[in-house]
């Protein structure tokens, strides 16, 4: 595949040449869109405009049939919260409240772009949970006064997977809006479910006592679990990296 191609550059351009029309009225049959559809086609990807301020899905590419089975027109902007793997929920649940307020303040700051990356699986129409990669494009036009995201779905299941944690980006580096590599999909949350829920339970005022109890594991099986969490990090304690966590949006 040409590094061209993998540097979305084509949707830059389709940024650029539909952003004064608010991305409404979009011809399918206009040559840079049957060349984004080849694209995303090859790299087997799904993508939407969105205006994030009036929370209303603008545009939906045509792959929305072959990865999900619904036609752009069908498509429901709630199907990928419902469709959300259940081990996954709670992390696409704090997405979407980052997702707000990164609005929130570029609408505020009337200025801005910022980037929003993920990793989630969703169930698709033969009722599997491909592994796919969120990317969100924000920025603030002020030609309309509000704050549009792109948004792109990448289907990751071919790349090495990652024994621990989770991919995780946030942040106004767009060298990270790119075609997926093992080098971005490194970013993110090192820890392994149990100690992510572990982490969850700290936050939520449990002693190792009460999380033992509430996980059937021994007070001893836990703390290795909060010695480990704090070995992965350079924090000296469970509350700093709480707090650098929900700072970040993971919790």
């Known amino acids: 595949m040409a590094k ?3 540097g979305y550059s084509l949707f830059y351009k389709f940024i650029e040449t539909y952003l004064p029309t608010g991305f409404k009225e979009i011809n399918r049959n206009d040559p840079l869109i049957l060349e984004i559809e080849e694209l995303t086609q090859q ?3 799904f993508f939407l405009i969105a205006d994030t301020i ?3 899905i603008i545009w939906i590419s045509q792959r929305s049939k072959q990865m999900f089975g619904f036609t752009p027109e069908e498509l429901s902007p709630y199907y990928f919260f419902e469709a959300t793997h259940p081990d996954d929920l709670n992390r696409h649940t704090l997405g979407r409240t980052k997702m707000m307020n990164i609005s929130n303040n570029l609408f505020a700051a009337q200025t801005g772009s910022y980037l929003l990356s993920t990793d989630l699986r969703i169930r698709n129409s ?3 949970f491909p592994n796919l ?3 969100l494009y924000f920025f603030y036009s002020s030609l309309h006064n509000t704050v549009f995201h792109f948004h792109i779905l990448t289907n990751i299941d071919s790349f090495k997977k990652r024994k621990n944690g989770c991919h995780y980006y946030v942040g106004n580096d767009l060298a990270n809006f790119r075609f997926p590599d093992e080098e971005l999909l490194m970013i993110g949350s090192p820890f392994t479910s149990r100690e992510f829920e572990i982490i969850r339970l700290i936050e939520q005022g449990l002693n190792t006592e009460q999380i033992s109890e509430k996980l059937s594991l021994s007070a001893y099986t836990v703390n290795t679990h909060r010695g480990n969490i704090l070995k992965k ?3 000296k304690t469970i509350s700093d990296l709480i707090f650098d966590l929900q700072k970040r949006g993971l919790l």
């Open 133 to 135: 990669l969120f990317q």
């Open 126 to 128: 033969q009722g599997e």
């Open 54 to 56: 009036e929370l209303k």
């Open 43 to 45: 790299n087997n990807q």
């Open 233 to 235: 990090t350079d924090f």
């Open 4 to 6: 061209d191609n993998q």
